[in-house]
Structure formats: structure tokens, C-alpha cells
């Protein structure tokens, strides 16, 4: 008997932890058990070729929000190709409305719900005879001839006994690894489905390390744990950031989603102390209104929220990733413009604007006519409107997203868009407004370049500033403004790269060429700043490096070096 495994991952470097759990936990039955792990890059004709190809006596596929429909698609493909192949689900997206997957996926034999890794075995001693009745296995909902028959839901199993996945590690050359060290989540968010199971459980401290160090061995590039909420629980975080700081390669980045109001002193302390790169930190906001907050069941202390992360970025050493999410009940335009307001006042390294998903199974989908709430009918469900969010709104917090993303995310403009927010009321303000300019200009869906987000940018200042009194004293102040906007856009540019075109608007270089030419001579002979350059001669370092005046002063751009949190390069101010 041949089994086939499949995940259909949102991207090329993601990788599927759930099909190699049950890989791993079937490889004692007398089977060949195969693995297809794609993208939705794919096309649907070459996935449905690869299934056929391997021929599989059993089919069992991984469904998430990201893949369910692309999945839809492929099984109604391949079951006309192989029409005696037993087809089954697994996963979040088919686990909480399987009687609905069933009726709607007529191919399909049946859906195993929550944790699969004990059911999948099971089922498969069905087909191999060990067992005779699939009525008797826990977590199934599967086709009886014309009938759906639904089993009670599996109790939830020792996470220590789920299997380490990852011996054969050249196979994620290029790909994102996942781990996890929880399972279940305290808390009880009502769009979340991760409130539903109850059942919080920790992997054992010993395993965990010991898995860590061959992550840490084999030079990870980064390692991601799935945990809801890593700090959960004090000693069991405190125990794997002390490990990892212990045995740190100097290499692997560690990703952890935190509730940030529930580290203590001591993790705050420990957190401060890490390699900068060392971790990162994911925090779920969510929204700033008390009202909202409390409706969505949620558990959170903003002022001690604001205090560690505030604690964290002084140090500089842990990239911080916030969350906001628009749509959630009792938060309208206006209310939703104050929590940007107040976590971009935190100063994320990343500063996620994200849009309500109303998942099937959540508290938020039972409350769908309570808060009028439309979503799309398709994955990801995303909000339309509530009844305090109409859809006009939805589409302006659209473009905002858009903003963010480019011009806050990208890391390409942090200089200059925090010395714009000083033009506009408050930094949300300032990001709508840029939305409304790319609307009227026609600029939305169009690919452009680094540099001409920068033309962009710059055109967009200008159009502002033009809206001032033009009186003699605010055309000073528009012209000094100004200078400071082209010197921070300057600043900004280099940082990334050693643009050699650089946009006119900029100008030329105010470094003078005997300045230069003097500056790298001297540099070949004594390397005063770049002092593991070694064996290059003035006009290789020139190739290698960028000087530039900014504010009277003379800076260096060293991209050999660069800050581990936002890639920058290392920059000196050069002494006359």
C-alpha cells in the first residue's frame, strides 16, 4: 500500500511540519509513505501530474486558509484521474465544519479533525485490515456510502511524544523552519481559533534542548516556533532564551510570539542581554480599545505593553514585530486611527496592519449577525464590514496598509518618515494622506522600483508642503524643511545600497573629489575605519563603500557591516 502525504504551503521557503509529524509517526507500518510538499506557485496541472505519478493507494492532504481553495481545485483534478484513491483532510480549515467539506467535496472520504497525528494511524490500520470498523477511531468525520458519520473528537496527546522531524535537515536548504515547544493557547480571543483547545501542553524541557543544539549544530538560519504564546509560562520560556543565549552560534535567529504584558523582570532582563539577531518578537496588539478589547474576549494590559516593549527597543538588540487588526467589534474608523496612533508610537521594527479573518469555528463567526459582520465567502474570509466599520472605511484602511508597508516595512525610509510625521496631526494621518496621493496619481497596482518610490515620495513632500501660508517666514521654513527631507532621503538611500544612479531631485554629491580622493589613499594605509579591508587599494575601497555629506558632516557607508536587525550598513562620521 502506497501512501501519498501533500502540503500546498503559501510559499516556496515555507515548510510543512503537520504532514512530516504523521510521516514520521507511520514510518513503522508496513507501507511506503511518500511526501509531495509544493507551493501555490505551482500550477494546478503540474501538482495533479506529480500526484498521479506516484500513484498512491491513499491521499491525504493538509488544509490551511492560505491553500483550501487552490486544494478544492486539485482534488476535483485528481480524483477524476485516480477515482478509487481515498481522499483525507486534515487541519485547521476542514476540521471545524467537516460535515460542510464532505458535502461540498463529494471526492472526498473523510476529514480527520484537530490533531492527526494518532488518527492518521489508525485510519491507515483500517485499510490495512487491523481494523474494522472506522466508526471506533476518535477525530473523523468521513463518507458511509450516503451517509456522514461524525466520531467524537480525539483527546489531545503528549506533545513529547509528537516526533522530531528535522534528522534529514539538508532537505530545508533555503526554507523556514518551524517548531514548536506548546501546544493550545491560555487565552480565549474570540477570532482566534486556538481558544478552542483548552488543552495547554508543553514539550518536554530535555527534548526541546536537545533539539535546539541540532538546529544550532547544523547553523540554522532561522528557527520559528508555532507556540501561540511563547511566555506563557515563566520558566519554561526562561529556560529554552537562557539555552539558546548559552549555546548562540553567532548564526540562528529564534522567532517567538509573546504576550509582551506578561514578561516579568527577569525575562525582560534576559531578553536585553541577547546577541543583537539573536530573536526576534512577534506581539499581537489587536487594538488599543478598552471596549474592543474586552469584547473579543482578549487579556491584556496596554500600559504594560507599552512598558516592555519600550524597555526591549531602548536596547536595540530584538527585532519587534507588532500587530494591529481593522475590523474587530466596537472599533470604527476614527477608534482604529487611535490604536495605529499608539502602537506606532511604540516604534515597531515591523508594524503589521492586518485585516479580520472570520474563521469557521470561532467565536467571531457565531457572532457574525450580532456585529453585522460580512466577510468574503472565499479564504481568508477577510472582513468586508461591521456594524461599525462600513466597507468605504475598509477600502481607506486599505491603502494605509499599503503605505505602511512600503514606506515603514520595507525599512527603506525609517530617516525620513520619522521626520515627515512632524508635517501632519498625528503619523495615521500621514499615512492616509499618502494613500489618498497614490489614488489620485493612479499609482496603486503598479510595480515600481526602490528609486521611484523615492521620486515618488519626494513629489508627494512637495505636494504638502505647497498647501503652507506662503508667507516669507514659511517659505524659510518650507526651504529648511526641505533640506532636512533631501539629507534624510540621502541618508536613507545609502544605507541599503551603493546606488550609483541616484535620483536628481537628490542632486550631486556635496563630497568634493580631492576630499575623496585624499579621504581613500589614506584609508588603503591605515584603515582607521575599515579595519578588515585589508590587501584593497583607495580605488577598491572606493568601489567597496560610499562617502557622503550630510549636515556639514562626513559619512562613511561601511556595506560589509550591517546592522543585524534592519540590514543598514555600518556608518562613520569621518573626522575633517
Not at 460535515?99 to 463529494?106: A, G, H, Q, S, T
Not at 508627494?460 to 524643511?481: G, I, N, P, W, Y
Request: proline share 3%; aromatic share 12%; net charge negative.
Amino acid at each position: 500500500m502506497k501512501v501519498l502525504l501533500t502540503a500546498i504551503n503559501a510559499k516556496y521557503i515555507h515548510s510543512s511540519l503537520a504532514i512530516r509529524y504523521i510521516y514520521k509517526n507511520c514510518q513503522d507500518l508496513s507501507c511506503d509513505i511518500e511526501m509531495l510538499e509544493v507551493s501555490i506557485n505551482n500550477h494546478l496541472i503540474d501538482i495533479a501530474n506529480q500526484i498521479f505519478d506516484a500513484r498512491p493507494d491513499i491521499l491525504g492532504i493538509s488544509c490551511y486558509i492560505w491553500n483550501i481553495e487552490y486544494i478544492e481545485r486539485v482534488i476535483r483534478e485528481i480524483h477524476k484521474l485516480l477515482p478509487d484513491v481515498p481522499i483525507w483532510l486534515g487541519g485547521p480549515e476542514v476540521s471545524y465544519d467537516s460535515r460542510e467539506v464532505l458535502r461540498r467535496l463529494p471526492q472526498v472520504t473523510g476529514v480527520m479533525k484537530g490533531e492527526g497525528e494518532v488518527t492518521f494511524l489508525e485510519v491507515l490500520d483500517y485499510y490495512h485490515g487491523k481494523r474494522d470498523d472506522l466508526s471506533k477511531i476518535p477525530g473523523l468525520t468521513y463518507r458511509n456510502e450516503d451517509e456522514i458519520v461524525e466520531t467524537p473528537w480525539r483527546p489531545v496527546m503528549d506533545l513529547s511524544k509528537v516526533p522530531f522531524v528535522y534528522e534529514h535537515i539538508e532537505d530545508f536548504e533555503h526554507k523556514i523552519i518551524y517548531y514548536e515547544s506548546s501546544r493550545g493557547c491560555p487565552f480565549s480571543c474570540s477570532y482566534c481559533l486556538s481558544s478552542i483547545d483548552k488543552c495547554l501542553r508543553f514539550r518536554n524541557l530535555s527534548l526541546v534542548k536537545k533539539e535546539l543544539q541540532f538546529f544550532l549544530d547544523h547553523k540554522v538560519p532561522q528557527v520559528k516556533f508555532v507556540d501561540r504564546t511563547f511566555n506563557c509560562r515563566h520558566d519554561h520560556a526562561m529556560e529554552i532564551w537562557r539555552y539558546i543565549k548559552e549555546h548562540d552560534n553567532g548564526i540562528t535567529n529564534f522567532h517567538f510570539e509573546v504576550a509582551a504584558d506578561l514578561l516579568n523582570e527577569e525575562e525582560i532582563e534576559l531578553i536585553r542581554s541577547l546577541r543583537p539577531g539573536l530573536i526576534q518578537l512577534e506581539i499581537g496588539i489587536q487594538s488599543t480599545n478598552k471596549q474592543t478589547i474586552k469584547e473579543i474576549n482578549r487579556s491584556m494590559n496596554l500600559e504594560k505593553v507599552r512598558d516592555k516593549v519600550a524597555r526591549i527597543h531602548e536596547k536595540g538588540n530584538v527585532h519587534q514585530h507588532l500587530d494591529l487588526i481593522a475590523g474587530l467589534p466596537y472599533e470604527n474608523y476614527d477608534s482604529f486611527a487611535h490604536s495605529f496612533n499608539e502602537v506606532y508610537a511604540m516604534e515597531p521594527d515591523q508594524f503589521q496592519l492586518g485585516f479580520l479573518k472570520v474563521l469557521h469555528g470561532s467565536v467571531m463567526h457565531e457572532k457574525m449577525k450580532e456585529y453585522e459582520l460580512l466577510c468574503q465567502n472565499r479564504p481568508p474570509y477577510e472582513v468586508l464590514s461591521t456594524k461599525w466599520l462600513p466597507y468605504s472605511d475598509v477600502i481607506r484602511l486599505k491603502k494605509v496598509e499599503e503605505m505602511v508597508e512600503v514606506y515603514y516595512n520595507s525599512f527603506q525610509f525609517s530617516h525620513t518618515m520619522r521626520l515627515l510625521v512632524e508635517l501632519f496631526p498625528s503619523a495615521f494621518s500621514m499615512y492616509e494622506k499618502m494613500g489618498n496621493y497614490y489614488e489620485k496619481k493612479g499609482l496603486f497596482g503598479l510595480n515600481h522600483s526602490r528609486l521611484t518610490r523615492y521620486e515618488i515620495l519626494w513629489d508627494f513632500v512637495e505636494s504638502e508642503l505647497a498647501e503652507f501660508t506662503c508667507s516669507e517666514k514659511m517659505q524659510k521654513k518650507e526651504a529648511d524643511f526641505k533640506e532636512k527631507v533631501l539629507e534624510s532621503m540621502t541618508l536613507d538611500l545609502y544605507l541599503r545600497d551603493n546606488v550609483k544612479n541616484r535620483p536628481a531631485f537628490l542632486g550631486e554629491s556635496k563630497v568634493e573629489k580631492d576630499v575623496a580622493s585624499e579621504f581613500y589613499k589614506k584609508e588603503a594605509e591605515e584603515h582607521k575605519y575599515l579595519k578588515d579591508y585589508e590587501g584593497y587599494d583607495s580605488r577598491q575601497l572606493r568601489k567597496m563603500t560610499h562617502l557622503e555629506r550630510l549636515n556639514g558632516k562626513l559619512y562613511l557607508f561601511d556595506y560589509r557591516h550591517r546592522n543585524k536587525l534592519n540590514q543598514d550598513a555600518a556608518i562613520y562620521i569621518i573626522e575633517d
